[in-house]
């Protein structure tokens, strides 16, 4: 994915800083705010993690060479600037702020969708429209076009994510009863709106947790410092959306793959790909078990 000609530079980040701890202190507001539900709890964290940033960052550039002037030859590069982890993080406190304002119990009625898209539609707008306006740093990206043709291996994937999803789910869902967390769709309009809103939350995913904060965090951080970082703030997500009981042990796996496919694909499209295949499938289980009958002959339970 080529950077922007007007994005920041992103310097090779080192194995272990404490440039870490203050991005762990602001990715652990999530599960504050998603799976405790103490918002205030998340205020804290959210304003300790942007300090602890902060504080670093005015070291950091306390320790910095001066600025090379333009044109002063191969010694300029020592006087390109980071990338802000402050801004960074703030961009990812803005967009957990964003979605903390609503409840994210699973709804279907006119005004709940309507709270779901302001607010979801939200939390990724609004660090773009900073990053982009008010940082101008150009910092986050919606790669839809990258990474060129699909190899074999990616098609393989894909017809893997349907079987996995056609084995596992059920037998998650029904066996839990986590379906009960989801309303019953029980009449043609419901299930329609249920579709969309399955389809719409699993895009936004890929808009929020991969392409802002593990995109941000990457800019600071190695890649599997970075995707745990992000893991932990998709998780806690779920949990309240309703991927609960032993649904982590689901959730943490696919959120980690979907970043690891995100790095060497470079690829959005193919991202939202796999997770709209995925929800495909969780779609047609909350059918079948909130309708015993009608899909029996899919699935295995």
Not at 10 to 37: E, G, M
Not at 145 to 172: D, E, K, M, S
Not at 222 to 235: E, G, H, I, T
Request: hydrophobic content about 60%; glycine content about 8%; proline content about 7%.
């Amino acid at each position: 994915m080529p950077a922007h000609p007007d994005a920041a530079p992103v310097v090779v980040p080192t194995a272990w800083s404490w440039r870490l701890a203050p991005a762990l202190v602001v990715c652990l507001a999530a599960p504050a705010f998603f799976v405790l539900r103490i918002p205030w709890l998340g205020w804290v964290l959210l304003a300790v993690g942007l300090a602890f940033a902060f504080v670093l960052g005015r070291k950091d550039a306390a320790a910095r060479p001066a600025p090379v002037a333009p044109g002063a030859g191969a010694g300029a590069a020592a006087g390109i600037r980071p990338p802000s982890l402050t801004r960074d993080l703030s961009l990812i406190a803005a967009g957990l702020l964003v979605v903390s304002a609503i409840s994210l119990k699973a709804e279907l009625d006119d005004l709940a969708m309507l709270r779901f898209a302001l607010a979801l539609g939200g939390a990724v707008a609004v660090p773009y429209v900073l990053s982009r306006w008010v940082y101008r740093d150009r910092a986050i990206r919606f790669p839809w076009r990258g990474g060129g043709r699909w190899t074999t291996f990616q098609w393989v994937w894909l017809a893997a994510v349907l079987l996995l999803g056609w084995l596992i789910l059920p037998f998650y869902f029904i066996t839990s009863g986590v379906y009960l967390n989801w309303p019953v769709v029980d009449t043609p309009e419901l299930i329609a709106r249920l579709f969309v809103g399955v389809g719409a939350v699993g895009i936004w995913d890929e808009l929020f947790f991969i392409c802002t904060c593990f995109a941000l965090l990457r800019r600071h951080f190695p890649f599997w410092q970075a995707n745990v970082l992000q893991a932990v703030v998709f998780v806690s997500f779920l949990w309240e959306l309703g991927y609960q009981a032993w649904g982590p042990l689901l959730t943490i796996p696919f959120a980690l793959l979907q970043g690891f496919i995100f790095m060497k694909t470079r690829s959005l499209t193919y991202v939202v790909t796999v997770h709209l295949l995925f929800d495909a499938v969780v779609f047609l289980v909350l059918v079948h078990a909130h309708n015993p009958g009608l899909l029996d002959g899919l699935f295995l339970v």
